[in-house]
C-alpha cells in the first residue's frame, strides 16, 4: 500500500498560476466573511437555494434524476422516496443538512465518513450503506466507439480501511501544523479519496460532500450560498480531465495533483465570484428596492441570454412569483425578449424603456 504524508507539499514548489487563485480566494473570502457580518439575514434565500442546487447537481452528475417538481417536494420533506433515484436524492439532502449545520463538530476520522456514507445511502437499504467495499472496485472509461476499457484500478478491498485511516491520520496531522495551505491540502486529500474509490457505490458524492465538509472546517463557506456542486456539473468534462491527468502514478506515488488543485481552486473561485455578483446586486438595488427593481437590476447587468430559473437564483431576496411577474412585465415594456416555449422559454435584454 502507498503512503501519505501530506507535509511533503509544504515543500513543493506550485505554479504561479495556482498561487494566484490561492491569493484570489483568499481575497474574496475577506470581502464574503465581511458581508455575512453585517447582512446575515439577507443570505438566507441563497442558503436555500443552494442546497437545492448542490443536491440536484451532485446526484446528476451521477445520472440520479427525478423530475424538478418531485425534486422540490423532497427537499422540502413533504414527500417520501418513490424509487431507488429519490431514496439516493433524499440520503444527499440529509447528510448536506448535516454538513451545513455541524461541519464544526465533525472530526476527519475513518469511522465519521462510515456514518456520513451509511446516512446518503440509508433510504435505499442497501446492506453495504455504511461500509467499505467488499469487492473491487474499477473506474472505467467508454470510448467513442462504446468500448469499455478500464483506466485506473483502486486499492484493493483488504487494504482500504488502513488507506482512509492514513489519509484522515496525515490531514489532521499537516492541518494542526498549519503549515501547508488548506487550499492545497483539502484537493489532495479528495484525490486520495477517489483514488482509493472505498465504497461500492457513493465515491463521488461522498468526495464532493468531504469538499464541502473540509472547506467549512477551514472557512471557506461559499459553498453554503453557492453550490459547488452545481459548478462542478458545469464542468464536468474539466473535472474528469483533471482527475484523469492527477490519478496517473498514483498507485506508486508519482501523480501529480497540480491538474486537481488547480481545477478545485477553480471551482471555488468562480463561486466566490458568483456569491459577489448576486451580492453586488442586492447591494445596488436597496432594501427600498421593489421585486420589479431588483430583477431589472439584474436583466440589465446580465450578457447572453437568461432563463427564468436563473433570474430566481440570482435575485435571492424576491420570490419565485414576484420574479415571473416582473419578467412579465418587463416583456410587455420591451426591455427583454421572450424566446421559445415551455420549459424552453429564455430571455434576452434589449433596452427599452
Same mark, same amino acid.
Given at each position: 500500500?502507498?503512503?501519505?504524508?501530506?507535509?511533503?507539499? %509544504?515543500?513543493?514548489?506550485?505554479?504561479?498560476?495556482?498561487?494566484?487563485?490561492? *491569493?484570489r480566494i483568499h481575497e474574496r473570502k475577506g470581502?464574503?466573511?465581511?458581508?455575512?457580518? %453585517?447582512?446575515?439575514?439577507?443570505l438566507e434565500r441563497m442558503v436555500e437555494i443552494a442546497r437545492i442546487q448542490s443536491t440536484e447537481s451532485s446526484n446528476r452528475i451521477e445520472g440520479i434524476v427525478t423530475t424538478g417538481t418531485r425534486m422540490k417536494q423532497l427537499l422540502a420533506e413533504k414527500t417520501t422516496p418513490r424509487n431507488r433515484d429519490e431514496s439516493e436524492i433524499v440520503g444527499y439532502r440529509d447528510v448536506l443538512n448535516t454538513i451545513h449545520e455541524n461541519y464544526d463538530l465533525i472530526?476527519?476520522?475513518?469511522?465519521?465518513?462510515?456514518?456520513?456514507?451509511?446516512?446518503?445511502?440509508?433510504?435505499?437499504?442497501?446492506?453495504? *450503506?455504511?461500509?467499505?467495499?467488499?469487492?473491487q472496485n474499477?473506474?472505467? @472509461?467508454?470510448?467513442?466507439?462504446?468500448?469499455?476499457?478500464?483506466?485506473?484500478?483502486?486499492? *484493493?478491498?483488504?487494504?482500504?480501511?488502513g488507506a482512509v485511516d492514513k489519509i484522515c491520520e496525515s490531514y489532521n496531522r499537516t492541518i494542526a501544523l498549519e503549515k501547508v495551505e488548506p487550499l492545497i491540502l483539502i484537493p489532495n486529500f479528495i484525490l486520495d479519496f477517489l483514488c482509493i474509490h472505498p465504497f461500492n457505490d457513493g465515491n463521488g458524492r461522498m !468526495?464532493?460532500?468531504l469538499t464541502l465538509l473540509l472547506l467549512y472546517q477551514n472557512g471557506y463557506t461559499v459553498g453554503k450560498y453557492i453550490s459547488i456542486e452545481k459548478e462542478i456539473e458545469k464542468n464536468?468534462?474539466?473535472?474528469?480531465? #483533471?482527475?484523469?491527468?492527477?490519478?496517473?502514478?498514483?498507485?506508486?506515488?508519482?501523480?501529480?495533483? #497540480?491538474?486537481?488543485?488547480?481545477?478545485?481552486? %477553480?471551482?471555488?473561485? *468562480?463561486?466566490?465570484?458568483?456569491?459577489? @455578483?448576486?451580492?453586488g446586486l442586492m447591494i445596488e438595488t436597496g432594501h427600498g428596492s421593489t421585486a420589479y427593481d431588483v430583477v431589472r437590476a439584474y436583466v440589465e447587468n446580465h450578457i447572453g441570454k437568461f432563463t427564468s430559473a436563473d433570474a430566481v437564483v440570482h435575485c435571492p431576496s424576491v420570490g419565485r412569483s414576484s420574479?415571473?411577474? !416582473?419578467?412579465?412585465?418587463?416583456?410587455?415594456?420591451?426591455?427583454? @425578449?421572450?424566446?421559445?416555449?415551455?420549459?424552453?422559454?429564455w430571455y434576452i435584454y434589449v433596452g427599452g424603456v
Amino acid at each position: 500500500m502507498r503512503n501519505f504524508y501530506y507535509e511533503k507539499l %509544504q515543500d513543493i514548489s506550485w505554479d504561479m498560476d495556482i498561487l494566484t487563485l490561492v *491569493a484570489r480566494i483568499h481575497e474574496r473570502k475577506g470581502r464574503q466573511d465581511l458581508f455575512i457580518r %453585517q447582512k446575515p439575514a439577507e443570505l438566507e434565500r441563497m442558503v436555500e437555494i443552494a442546497r437545492i442546487q448542490s443536491t440536484e447537481s451532485s446526484n446528476r452528475i451521477e445520472g440520479i434524476v427525478t423530475t424538478g417538481t418531485r425534486m422540490k417536494q423532497l427537499l422540502a420533506e413533504k414527500t417520501t422516496p418513490r424509487n431507488r433515484d429519490e431514496s439516493e436524492i433524499v440520503g444527499y439532502r440529509d447528510v448536506l443538512n448535516t454538513i451545513h449545520e455541524n461541519y464544526d463538530l465533525i472530526p476527519v476520522r475513518s469511522n465519521y465518513i462510515l456514518q456520513l456514507h451509511r446516512d446518503l445511502l440509508k433510504a435505499t437499504g442497501l446492506t453495504y *450503506a455504511g461500509h467499505y467495499k467488499n469487492v473491487q472496485n474499477y473506474i472505467n @472509461e467508454v470510448r467513442p466507439d462504446g468500448t469499455t476499457v478500464t483506466r485506473f484500478t483502486p486499492i *484493493a478491498p483488504y487494504d482500504t480501511p488502513g488507506a482512509v485511516d492514513k489519509i484522515c491520520e496525515s490531514y489532521n496531522r499537516t492541518i494542526a501544523l498549519e503549515k501547508v495551505e488548506p487550499l492545497i491540502l483539502i484537493p489532495n486529500f479528495i484525490l486520495d479519496f477517489l483514488c482509493i474509490h472505498p465504497f461500492n457505490d457513493g465515491n463521488g458524492r461522498m !468526495s464532493r460532500l468531504l469538499t464541502l465538509l473540509l472547506l467549512y472546517q477551514n472557512g471557506y463557506t461559499v459553498g453554503k450560498y453557492i453550490s459547488i456542486e452545481k459548478e462542478i456539473e458545469k464542468n464536468k468534462d474539466s473535472y474528469y480531465d #483533471a482527475l484523469q491527468l492527477s490519478d496517473a502514478g498514483w498507485d506508486e506515488g508519482k501523480n501529480d495533483p #497540480a491538474p486537481f488543485i488547480r481545477y478545485m481552486l %477553480q471551482v471555488v473561485l *468562480a463561486c466566490y465570484q458568483d456569491f459577489e @455578483e448576486r451580492v453586488g446586486l442586492m447591494i445596488e438595488t436597496g432594501h427600498g428596492s421593489t421585486a420589479y427593481d431588483v430583477v431589472r437590476a439584474y436583466v440589465e447587468n446580465h450578457i447572453g441570454k437568461f432563463t427564468s430559473a436563473d433570474a430566481v437564483v440570482h435575485c435571492p431576496s424576491v420570490g419565485r412569483s414576484s420574479v415571473l411577474s !416582473s419578467l412579465k412585465r418587463l416583456t410587455e415594456e420591451g426591455v427583454i @425578449e421572450r424566446h421559445g416555449t415551455g420549459r424552453g422559454t429564455w430571455y434576452i435584454y434589449v433596452g427599452g424603456v
